[in-house]
């Protein structure tokens, strides 16, 4: 269909308004409620997630939108620590609510590499959701900055299940997604979280890599480095 990708950000610009008047009211309830039961409290923050989920899915309509158009990267110098740290900061209220601990590497202070910041954002939002719905309870998702070879990267791991050597080939693809919902155990089997992820870093200007580093979940996202 010729207008499919300006109907999908037609739709997600749709979707996205209402919505934050939604979020704004949860938000305005949760600031002036006084002497609440927790079931309440909880239920409002439930609330509040789930409109920052939507959010998530709504953007990653505008991502498979721009992906079917086939669009073409807009590159600019983007600090991967500044970039993961607005990434972590997205994902508090549902790392919180998990009680899940998020962590960048003190390590590095990371580099500039030349991407699409939106789209690098993207990537990042889907694989930070894509750690926090399968870590433990209690469970550390860690970023780590890192550079190699002319190429910035950020490394994901988390202490979830780790996806099968025999599937790490096809984990960002639509058919690796259609042979997924058929598996009861699959690590990507519910949503398109890591196939949005694969899109939106491609439209950055990265890509990713899956794998496992010491018995935990491990996504690579590598773009060039920007050179001032």
């Known amino acids: 269909m010729e207008h499919l990708p300006e109907l999908m950000a037609i739709l997600a610009h749709d979707m996205r308004n209402p919505l934050a008047a939604l979020l704004t009211n949860v938000h305005f309830v949760q600031s002036v409620a006084r002497d609440t039961t927790l079931d309440i409290d909880e239920a409002l923050s439930d609330s509040a997630l789930s409109c920052a989920i939507l959010s998530q899915i709504i953007g990653n309509l505008e991502v498979l939108g721009r992906a079917f158009a086939s669009s073409r990267p807009s590159p600019t110098p983007v600090g991967t620590r500044e970039a993961a740290s607005q990434a972590v900061a997205r994902a508090a209220p549902h790392a919180a609510l998990a009680g ?26 889907n694989l930070l959701a894509n750690a ?45 997604q259609a042979v997924a919902k058929k598996r009861y155990d699959a690590r990507y089997g519910r949503g398109l979280g890591l196939y949005c992820a694969a899109q939106a870093a491609r439209l950055a200007g990265a ?22």
Do not use: C, N
């Open 132 to 176: 926090l719905q399968y870590s433990p309870a209690k469970g550390k998702i860690s970023i780590e900055l890192v550079t190699k070879d002319e190429r910035g990267g950020l490394l994901v791991t988390d202490q979830g299940p780790v996806v099968p050597p025999e599937y790490r080939e096809v984990v960002f693809t639509a058919e690796g």
């Open 100 to 125: 899940i601990e998020t962590v960048i590497g003190a390590g590095s202070s990371g580099a500039a590499v030349l991407v699409d910041p939106m789209f690098l954002g993207r990537a990042l939002d």
């Open 207 to 228: 890509d990713l890599r899956v794998g496992e580093r010491d018995g935990q979940f491990l996504v690579e996202l590598w773009a060039p480095l920007a050179h001032t």
